[in-house]
């Protein structure tokens, strides 16, 4: 069982360049979302999506991008990096069950110089 | 609105003694409680989580949580610590019970430090 698979684990990038962040689930799970991390600030949903086709803000949307073609993946686009975003991305799934628990990825440490 | 507060960023326990990580929350609807833990370079792992079929829950790892309503708390204990228990801990309040399509809203954590 793969669970919640992340790529790249670590990534630089310079100010103003755009990247993607993958994120892909084999289980089957309609529930995917994205969380940044910072110290002293836990996890903050950046988007989240109920089902392919189908997505949603969350609580620090600005600067990053969704789509959601598949059940399987839902990448995080950066459009132009800034300082601001150099955090650690963690990509989640669950189905819609009551008693389903988020999964979460080993999680992406971005650094925007 | 819903929210989470975790008393203490950092806590620190000799092995063998107890764990006490304090979590309060503030739901306008009954809430859906988690505890989840963060190994260093680790994604995060759920502990335990209470759905109102019981006060107190048992989850991992020797960890069981109270939900005081009351007090509008969840804190997590251990009877006794191990070196292993070391780690990023994170209390979560959700108004579904599995943690919703738009996920959970999380405390800032408290990190555990277990003393030699």
């Known amino acids: 069982n793969a669970g919640v698979t992340q790529t790249p684990k670590f990534q630089v990038l310079k100010t103003g360049q755009s990247m993607t962040l993958q994120c892909a689930q084999d289980m089957n799970h309609e529930y995917m979302s994205w969380y940044r991390q910072d110290p002293g600030m836990g996890l903050r949903l950046i988007h989240y999506?109920?089902?392919?086709?189908?997505?949603d803000q969350g609580e620090v949307p600005n600067g990053y991008n969704v789509s959601r073609s598949t059940t399987e993946d839902f990448p995080l686009r950066l459009l132009s990096a800034a300082p601001s975003q150099t955090s650690v991305y963690f990509c989640?799934?669950?189905?819609?069950?009551?008693?389903?628990?988020?999964?979460f990825g080993n999680g992406t440490r971005l650094t925007v110089t | 609105a819903q929210s989470v507060t975790q008393l203490g960023s950092h806590v620190s326990v000799s092995e063998g003694a107890l764990v006490l990580l304090r979590c309060n929350y503030s739901?306008?609807?009954?809430?859906?409680l988690f505890w989840y833990v963060q190994y260093p370079n680790q994604g995060l792992q759920l502990l335990l989580k209470?759905?109102?079929?019981?006060?107190l829950v048992k989850g991992i790892n020797g960890f069981e949580a109270e939900f005081k309503k009351s007090e509008t708390s969840f804190h997590l204990t251990k009877p006794s610590a191990h070196m292993s228990d070391a780690a990023e801990y994170f209390c979560?309040?959700?108004?579904?019970?599995?943690?919703?399509?738009?996920?959970?809203?999380f405390g800032k954590g408290t990190h555990l430090i277990i003393q030699p």
């Open positions: 999506s109920v089902g392919a086709g189908i997505t």
């Open positions: 979560a309040v959700s108004t579904d019970s599995g943690g919703g399509a738009d996920g959970l809203t």
């Open positions: 209470y759905t109102s079929a019981a006060t």
């Open positions: 739901s306008s609807v009954p809430p859906y």
């Open positions: 989640a799934s669950r189905s819609p069950g009551s008693n389903s628990p988020l999964h």
